[in-house]
Each structure stands twice: as C-alpha cells, then as structure tokens.
C-alpha cells in the first residue's frame, strides 16, 4: 500500500523560504505522477504543482509560478516543494499526492489516488 508522508512545514515571516518534502513508500516515486496541493482555513483545496512520473512535465498553478519549485530524489523516493517569496497567502494546509502513470488533468485533486496527512505552512506579515 503506498503510503505518503510530508514533512518541513512551519512559520515563516513574509519573503521567507521552506522546503517541503513528501516520502512516498510501498512504491516507486518515478512510477507515478505527484501532485503538490494546498488548502487554507475556509477555502476550497487547490492546486499548486505537478510533475509527472517520468518527470518531463512540471507544471504549477499561477499563484506560485516563479516562486514555487518542484524536483524530486528518486532514490531517497522524495518528493520536494521548494518555496521562495512567501507570502501570508500561501499559508495552508499543504499536500502531496499521488497516482499512477500518466494522466492529463493533473491540477484536479479528485485525479489522485493517495494523499498525505498534510503540514501546516503559516506565513506572517
């Protein structure tokens, strides 16, 4: 069963930095597509990045392009979400998740098949 865990939240002041990551285990992370995802107290989930298993395609939501990063270690099975330039907007619950092989509507949460449990990122003006 695979399993994802995030770490690497935390507080933040505005134009602060954090890496997130996300350990996928009982798979193989170049085997499936990742989704980065956010959702902040209130408001509905949203999409904030995606890499595709063969990771040839990284795409990201407007709200972060340029600040947002994605990359991933497949041999420590990791998931990372560098972030620059953070705003008290990005502050969220964020997580990762993930499906197998490819697919084309990547910014759509329902589209994953596993989640992790979530880390709070808080950024402070």
């Known amino acids: 069963q695979v399993q994802l865990v995030e770490s690497g939240g935390g507080l933040v002041q505005a134009g602060g930095s954090l890496r997130l990551s996300c350990t996928l285990s009982?798979?193989?992370?170049?085997?499936?597509?990742m989704g980065w995802f956010r959702q902040a107290p209130g408001k509905e989930r949203e999409f904030v990045g995606h890499?595709?298993?063969?990771?040839?395609?990284?795409a990201y939501a407007d709200s972060v392009k340029g600040r947002f990063a994605i990359s991933r270690d497949t041999a420590k099975n990791t998931l990372y979400l560098q972030m620059n330039s953070l705003k008290p907007e990005d502050t969220a619950v964020y997580y990762c998740?993930?499906?197998?092989?490819?697919?084309?509507?990547?910014?759509?949460?329902?589209?994953?098949?596993?989640w992790g449990q979530g880390t709070q990122v808080t950024v402070s003006s």
């Open positions: 890499i595709s298993f063969s990771g040839g395609r990284i």
């Open positions: 998740a993930a499906r197998k092989g490819y697919f084309s509507d990547y910014n759509f949460g329902d589209r994953y098949d596993y």
């Open positions: 009982g798979g193989t992370l170049s085997s499936y597509g």
